[in-house]
């Protein structure tokens, strides 16, 4: 049976979920999907519901409620786990299923349309991996499947059948099978609405929790993990590529060790701290040396462009089981002109390394620009940075300055009009296109003591609201609210575009861009330019 995620998170402690999962994906059934861990946005009872599994089959919508080691019952009350350190009095595992399952149909009906009325039929199963519940009024034996039954995995098969005949009797209105047209949309509804995971800031920083939806094509790519051992993602900037690598590599570390590389030593210290399972290893690639003499299952490389040598890819080869040529390993990739080096790409690499493994992409929804931000990309550039997804924001605002000493002054106003409209300071990022602190303008600012070097800041407990200072390439592969470019010299411009695309595209929502004298004369010859390669110039 086909299952999403394809590999369980190596965060799922649950040695019963753990069993499921595993009796669930050796099920021979091609036409039903089981989702595991479905949260509910919304919940009568509680803050936050959850599903242990959501199968959706041919016959009928089928919840599964998953309770691992001692589970009893005293006085009508429900305690689970051992003695001394139970957790309790809780409701029911049936009464959790029953509850769970409502929701859900109230929730999704909302979205595909009612589940009755479209002949839907739904039912639960209650499983308890360790333990046999005796029989009780609270339940119909078919409702149950005890340790006994259950044998390990092996009777979770004939138990979902018992449970369907059992169900499909009390849903009279049922109109089985169920189409593929209708299961598909239901799929569709529940992974975007329901798959939720904590976005990378919130791993980090430890702040209020912050979720984000994955895409459709994220999920499709995460899917791929399944069936392929060897993935090069493609994708623009602001696409999720790392953000996808770092589940990718959750997902991998539930089964084997897993390599996580990249050039950025600033981006390699930020997943260091997001990756935390000790099966994880998160290195730069100029520290590899430190782990020359292991191999590891999984590999995945991150920014997989500023890697693209055959020197690279003969140091990568030997970190993976199999190498490169028969290990399992993730590449992502921007094929944009996101390389700063662009000498060190190496075009017989990417022939060498392209067909080891299965392309996909390019990506094509942007998770992290306003529509603002990539139309500005897409006509100084020429980059393609997919379909904005994050909406509309501010128009990118241009400064004209004289000097260093006036991009300070009209630095200082724009930060404190940021301030006044309630923007904190952390949400602000200063890139320099110099990425030479001693001559940048920052040091005039007045705010100048108190800003903090990104590099300096990077994966560790940041607790203060200031703003930080980059270099662009060191904040290659992160991201903030509000990024304000400076240091800008016409000679930043002259022929190479590449660090105008990363420095840019690093703002979520605002950017603002100080242009010394002739830096916007050449902007504008871009952006004619980019006018006339779109047709909308002659």
């Not at 349309?113 to 609270?138: A, K, W």
């Not at 539930?254 to 981006?267: E, P």
Request: charged letters at 25%; glycine letters at 8%.
């Amino acid at each position: 049976m086909r299952i999403i995620p394809s590999e369980i998170s190596s965060s799922t402690r649950s040695r019963a979920e753990r069993s499921v999962f595993a009796a669930l994906k050796a099920i021979p059934d091609d036409q039903s999907v089981a989702l595991h861990t479905v949260h509910l946005p919304q919940h009568h009872k509680k803050r936050v519901g959850e599903i242990d599994f959501v199968v959706i089959m041919p016959d009928i919508l089928l919840f599964i409620e998953v309770k691992g080691g001692r589970v009893h019952q005293r006085d009508g009350k429900w305690y689970y786990g051992p003695p001394g350190r139970e957790e309790g009095p809780k409701e029911s595992p049936f009464a959790q299923a029953s509850g769970g399952m409502h929701e859900f149909e109230r929730e999704i009906g909302a979205l595909v349309g009612d589940l009755r009325n479209q002949g839907i039929p739904s039912g639960y199963l209650v499983i308890t991996t360790d333990v046999d519940i005796p029989r009780t009024t609270e339940f119909e034996p078919q409702q149950y499947l005890g340790a006994t039954a259950y044998d390990g995995g092996r009777g979770l098969a004939q138990g979902i059948e018992r449970a369907i005949r059992f169900w499909l009797a009390r849903n009279w209105w049922a109109r089985t099978p169920v189409s593929a047209t209708l299961r598909g949309k239901m799929l569709g509804a529940i992974r975007p609405d329901f798959d939720l995971v904590p976005n990378l800031q919130s791993r980090l920083t430890h702040l209020d929790v912050a979720f984000e939806r994955l895409t459709n094509e994220q999920l499709d790519r995460l899917d791929e993990l399944e069936s392929n051992s060897r993935l090069i993602w493609t994708g623009g900037a602001g696409t999720g590529k790392t953000f996808l690598a770092a589940e990718a590599a959750r997902r991998k570390s539930a089964t084997g060790s897993v390599l996580f590389t990249c050039a950025s030593t600033t981006l390699a210290a930020h997943m260091d701290r997001v990756l935390t399972s000790d099966a994880i290893t998160v290195l730069p690639f100029d520290r590899l040396d430190e782990v020359q003499n292991r191999t590891f299952d999984q590999l995945i490389v991150d920014e997989a462009q500023d890697l693209m040598t055959i020197e690279s890819l003969d140091t990568l080869e030997k970190l993976v089981s199999g190498g490169l040529g028969d290990g399992r390993w993730i590449f992502m990739l921007d094929q944009n002109n996101q390389v700063l080096a662009p000498e060190a790409y190496d075009p017989d690499a990417w022939e060498y390394l392209r067909p080891l493994g299965l392309v996909c992409g390019p990506m094509r929804r942007n998770c992290r620009n306003t529509v603002q931000i990539v139309d500005e990309v897409r006509l100084y550039t020429g980059a393609d940075l997919g379909v904005a997804s994050a909406g509309e924001g501010e128009q990118v605002r241009f400064a004209d300055v004289h000097d260093a000493s006036e991009e300070a002054s009209t630095l200082d106003a724009y930060v404190n009009e940021l301030v006044q409209e309630g923007v904190s300071l952390r949400d602000v990022t200063l890139l320099s296109a110099s990425g030479d602190w001693e001559s940048s303008s920052a040091r005039l600012s007045q705010r100048a003591t108190k800003i903090e070097r990104f590099a300096d800041v990077v994966g560790t407990d940041r607790t203060k609201h200031r703003l930080t200072w980059s270099s662009v390439l060191d904040f290659k592969g992160h991201e903030n609210h509000v990024v304000c470019l400076i240091d800008l010299e016409p000679e930043h411009l002259e022929g190479r575009l590449d660090a105008l695309y990363v420095a840019w595209t690093r703002a979520r929502a605002q950017l603002w861009v100080a242009c010394r004298p002739g830096t916007r004369r050449i902007l504008k010859d871009l952006g004619v330019a980019g006018l006339i390669r779109e047709g909308r110039l002659k």
